[in-house]
Structures are given as structure tokens and as C-alpha cells.
């Protein structure tokens, strides 16, 4: 088999994408997703993303972890698979498609592309962290400087509590400015740290806006592969309108044979 596909990368978040619209691809096929993210021995990324016919949308993103399995929402997928699409004539400059947790809405701006995301209704608390569900679970912890965190083993240790059954994404932000702050992630289904995540971010920006360390809606955050941006609205304790704004980049086109 013949698999023609883009290397892509959003701040440092980096995913195979693969048109699919004609639906070869062998979705079932686990082993053939972990060969394909195998940083040594296939092409290398975090996740997978098929580009996959919809009833009533121009597209559907189907996003797989790097261990083979389907993953939930992935902000920063979501956003490559959005440049991928306009330049391969699958979407106009505005759009709408469905991922993992519903419809979302994409925006392409030459190669900032932005993304509304799922409101998010509440929060709950788990130790010294927040845990804020966007389409992936997360939990948020505040740290003095996320630089002097021990953020794998820490991470991978709240992997083995029951609470979480099917893993949790955990991210640490410390304040960098008064309107801007760092963050880092290590991301379940890749069971490592990755450079970027959106849905963390926007977790993040939420966390801080819960515990009152920032009054404003727009929220930049510095991840080790880039910046991204967040907005959102919020009424009570329910955000909406919540969008995710960063750089992208096709890295390069290729076939692989397997």
C-alpha cells in the first residue's frame, strides 16, 4: 500500500495528515498507526489525522495518539487538518467540519488558521490542579516557573490514579507578563511532553481566568514550539465562544509504503 500524506506542525505539535475523502484507509489498523508516528522506524508525529468524508460538512477530522488508538479533540490537529484542507481545495478560507467532540468552525488567515472550540460548562478540583474538560480532559496546575517542574515523571504518576481511567492530559503555567504566560504539556495516548497543545491551552486560559490571576479575555500563552492565543466569553461559570488562534505549517509532502 501506497499512503500519500502531509507532515505538518502547529507550534511544535506535529501530525501525519492523510486525505481520506475516498475512505482507504484502514482505520482498524492500530499497529499500522504506531509504525506510521514511530519516530525512528516511520515518519514521525505526535498523532494522525484522517481527512474523512462528512454527510453535511465539507470534512470530518478523525485524530489518532501516537500509540495507535483514537484520541479525543486535539486543537492543534484540529487547526493543521484546516490548512491542509483549504490547500488541497476541500474547504474555502472559512469553514466548518466535525471532530471528535462536534462541529467546529475554521478560519484560514495565510498560515495563522484559527478554531472555535466546545464551551466549557464548570470545573472541578483535583488536589492542587483544575480539571477542565475542552474536548480532551485536562488538569491545570499554577506553577512558580514551569521550567523547574519534574513534568514526566510527575505527570506520568497521576496517569496510574483510578480517578483517571483513561488518562489525563496535564499541563503546568507559570506567569511570563501581565497578559502572557508559559505552559507546558505532557499528553496522554503520546505519554511524553509534546511541544504544544491546544487543548491544553485553552484549559489553561480558562484555569487562569477561574482563579481570578487574569481579568481579561484574550489570553496569549507561550508553549515550547510557539504561541497561541486565546478568547473566549464568559457567563456564570459557563465559557463560550471560545477560540484558538496560532501558526501552522506543512513541514513537507511524501508517500510511504507499506
Known amino acids: 500500500m501506497n499512503i500519500k500524506f502531509s507532515k505538518y506542525q502547529g507550534t511544535g505539535n506535529d501530525f501525519i495528515i492523510i486525505n481520506n475523502i475516498s475512505n482507504f484507509f484502514p482505520k482498524n489498523d492500530n499497529k499500522l498507526i504506531i509504525e506510521l508516528c514511530d519516530r525512528k522506524l516511520g515518519i514521525g508525529a ?16 478523525i485524530y489518532y495518539n501516537s500509540d495507535g488508538f483514537i484520541g479525543s479533540m486535539c486543537g492543534n490537529g484540529a487547526r493543521c487538518s484546516v490548512h491542509f484542507s483549504f490547500i488541497n481545495n476541500i474547504i474555502k478560507s472559512k469553514t466548518k467540519f466535525n471532530a471528535f467532540d462536534g462541529i467546529h468552525e475554521g478560519i ?21 490542579y483544575l480539571f477542565i474538560d475542552t474536548g480532551s480532559p485536562h488538569l491545570v496546575k499554577i506553577v512558580q516557573d514551569v521550567n523547574n517542574i519534574d513534568l514526566i515523571n510527575v505527570s506520568q504518576k497521576i496517569q496510574h490514579n483510578k480517578q483517571f481511567k483513561k488518562g489525563v492530559n496535564v499541563n503546568y503555567i507559570s506567569k511570563s507578563s501581565d497578559n502572557s504566560f508559559k505552559i507546558r504539556t505532557y499528553e496522554r495516548g503520546v505519554e511524553d511532553e509534546t511541544l ?23 489570553i496569549k500563552l507561550e508553549t515550547k514550539g510557539g504561541l497561541l492565543n486565546i478568547k473566549f466569553r464568559k457567563s456564570k461559570d459557563i465559557y463560550t465562544d471560545i477560540y484558538l488562534s496560532g501558526k501552522v505549517k506543512k513541514v513537507f509532502d511524501g508517500v510511504i509504503k507499506f
Open 108 to 128: 484560514v488567515d495565510h498560515d495563522i488558521i484559527n478554531i472555535s472550540m466546545s464551551d466549557v460548562i464548570g470545573f472541578e478540583k483535583y488536589e492542587d
Open 196 to 218: 504544544s497543545c491546544g487543548t491544553g491551552a485553552v484549559a489553561a486560559a480558562i484555569a487562569l481566568n477561574i482563579l481570578s490571576l487574569t481579568d481579561i479575555n484574550k
Open 46 to 61: 505526535d498523532g494522525l489525522i484522517l481527512i474523512d468524508k462528512h454527510s453535511s460538512l465539507p470534512f470530518e477530522m
